[in-house]
Nanobody
Framework: QVQLVESGGGLVQAGDSLRLSCAAS????????MAWFRQAPEKEREFVGA????????YYADSVKGRFTISRNNAKNTVYLQMNSLKPEDTAVYFC??????????????????WGQGTPVTISS
């Protein structure tokens, strides 16, 4: 069983930065990738970014490319989402996910089998 716990969300102003953390515990060998998704009010959950542990490839949504960066601390089984130049449209609940996606599913929810509870991020203009 894998447990994911996000932290780091909060209220910041446009242009500020924020770093989210996702700590994994349990059977961490059962997944080889982690991702971040977000869900804004009254919208569907959308892909933000992902990291494959084998090969270290990272993938980002066009809307965050160049502003958001995913990194990993292997010793802490923690993945981070560094968010810079935040915009009001980045306001959402951010979820981390773990799984074994293939290339065609790495940007899709069905590529992941375990989800965190989410952490809210609010960007004021």
């Amino acid at each position: 069983q894998v447990q994911l716990v996000e932290s780091g969300g909060g209220l910041v102003q446009a242009g500020d930065s924020l770093r989210l953390s996702c700590a994994a515990s349990g059977d961490t060998s059962s997944f080889n990738a982690m991702a971040w998704f977000r869900q804004a009010p009254e919208k569907e959950r959308e892909f933000v970014g992902a990291m494959r542990f084998i090969g270290g490839g990272t993938y980002y949504a066009d809307s965050v490319k160049g502003r958001f960066t995913i990194s990993r601390n292997n010793a802490k089984n923690t993945v981070y989402l560094q968010m810079n130049s935040l915009k009001p449209e980045d306001t959402a609940v951010y979820f981390c996910a773990a799984g074994r996606p293939i290339i065609s599913t790495i940007r899709q929810e069905r590529g992941y089998f375990r989800w965190g509870q989410g952490t809210p991020v609010t960007i004021s203009s």
